[in-house]
Each structure stands twice: as structure tokens, then as C-alpha cells.
């Protein structure tokens, strides 16, 4: 979904420990405003922060689990540092997601592609 390396100089270069790559089948069409119909859903499903339960973690668990679950014959290739993920300062975070909380979400986010694919501008994603 993109230039690998222009994503990572775009949110912040060396600082970036990559700790997962998440290949999705090849006759697969994941396009950007897909993604866009998720971003909404996630923020909805859990809008008030909470330092244990619901921080920048679980965030990117949410969308990196949902868009994962999506389709059955995905590829994951954890590296080095997978394990640390979801943790501060040692402290472990959000690093799973329930059953429940991902059907949820995938089904919000079906209705929500239909109606972001029919909008002429990504701008008008916030009137959702």
C-alpha cells in the first residue's frame, strides 16, 4: 500500500522499529479509501483514551488486526522485536484483540466502506 520507504521517512525515519510486515494475498485490492472507512470506526469503537486500556497500542492493533482478519490467506512475518510490542517502558500494553471487539469492528466497517466509497472527497469523511 504505498512507498515503503517514503512511508517510513514520512512518520519519522530511524526512530521506526519494524515489527511486523503484513503481506495480503495478491488478488487482493485494498485501496486507501478502505482504509479511510476504517480510521472512523476504530476512533468511534474506542474514542476516549485510557493509558492501559485503549492508548496509541491499541489503536494500531485495531487497524493492523482488523485489515489482517479480513482476509484468510495473508502472510505475517514477525521480526526481531514482535514481541515487544504494545509495551512501555517494559510495562506491556494492548498487544491482543478480543473476538468480540474484531467482529464488531469488521462489521462497522463493511457499512462504513459503502458509504466512503460513495463520497467525491476524503474531506467529507469527518460528516460521517
Same mark, same amino acid.
Given at each position: 500500500m504505498g512507498n515503503k520507504d517514503r512511508i517510513v521517512?514520512?512518520?519519522?525515519? *530511524?526512530?521506526l522499529q519494524e515489527?511486523?510486515?503484513?503481506?495480503?494475498?495478491?488478488?487482493? +485490492?485494498f485501496p486507501v479509501v478502505q482504509l479511510a472507512a476504517l480510521l472512523p470506526i476504530i476512533i468511534a469503537y474506542r474514542n476516549e483514551y485510557n493509558?492501559?486500556?485503549?492508548?496509541?497500542?491499541?489503536?494500531?492493533?485495531?487497524?493492523?488486526?482488523?485489515v489482517? *482478519?479480513?482476509w484468510s490467506n495473508y502472510q505475517e512475518?514477525?521480526?526481531?522485536?514482535?514481541? +515487544?510490542?504494545?509495551?512501555?517502558?517494559?510495562v506491556?500494553?494492548?498487544?491482543?484483540?478480543?473476538?468480540?471487539d474484531i467482529t464488531e469492528i469488521r462489521k462497522r466497517w463493511g457499512q462504513a466502506y459503502l458509504?466512503?466509497?460513495?463520497?467525491?472527497t476524503l474531506r467529507e469523511v469527518s460528516h460521517l
Amino acid at each position: 500500500m504505498g512507498n515503503k520507504d517514503r512511508i517510513v521517512d514520512i512518520l519519522g525515519g *530511524d526512530q521506526l522499529q519494524e515489527l511486523c510486515i503484513l503481506t495480503l494475498p495478491p488478488n487482493v +485490492d485494498f485501496p486507501v479509501v478502505q482504509l479511510a472507512a476504517l480510521l472512523p470506526i476504530i476512533i468511534a469503537y474506542r474514542n476516549e483514551y485510557n493509558a492501559l486500556k485503549s492508548q496509541c497500542y491499541w489503536y494500531i492493533l485495531a487497524i493492523y488486526s482488523a485489515v489482517r *482478519d479480513m482476509w484468510s490467506n495473508y502472510q505475517e512475518e514477525r521480526k526481531a522485536g514482535y514481541g +515487544d510490542r504494545g509495551k512501555y517502558m517494559g510495562v506491556g500494553l494492548a498487544t491482543t484483540m478480543g473476538t468480540k471487539d474484531i467482529t464488531e469492528i469488521r462489521k462497522r466497517w463493511g457499512q462504513a466502506y459503502l458509504d466512503v466509497h460513495a463520497l467525491k472527497t476524503l474531506r467529507e469523511v469527518s460528516h460521517l
